[in-house]
């Protein structure tokens, strides 16, 4: 006489734990260059954002993203007070470039 029974059910004795990937918050907005570099900068003009790749030149012929560095060149550490805008290539305060979200 067979007393083998199957399990009317047949639950796994182990559960599958939930895997939280480290990476799942990852942005994948990497394939194209599209994304602006900060939607908080943008010109208080006309408000294009300044690009990753956007460069600006100081006076010492050094070009660089002054975004980057709040207004201060990189090569001679001169402050820039206010920046031009490429776009509408109106100059505003450095400081008026930088949006404050809702606090
Ligand atoms: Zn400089
Ligand atoms: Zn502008």
Redesign the pocket.
Do not use: F, K
């Given at each position: 006489m067979s007393t083998a029974r199957k399990s009317k059910y047949g639950l796994p004795t182990t559960l599958p734990t939930t895997v939280v990937e480290p990476d799942q918050n990852q942005e994948v907005f990497d394939d194209n260059a599209q994304s602006p570099a900060d939607p908080r900068i943008r010109?208080p003009?006309?408000?294009?954002s300044p690009k990753p790749e956007s460069r600006w030149q100081c006076v010492c012929k050094h070009h660089w993203n002054t975004f980057d560095t709040g207004g201060i060149c990189p090569s001679c550490m001169f402050q820039w007070t206010t920046t031009q805008?490429l776009?509408?290539?109106?100059f505003s305060a450095h400081s008026a470039w930088y949006t404050h979200p809702a606090e």
């Open positions: 010109c003009h006309c408000d294009w805008c776009s509408c290539l109106v």
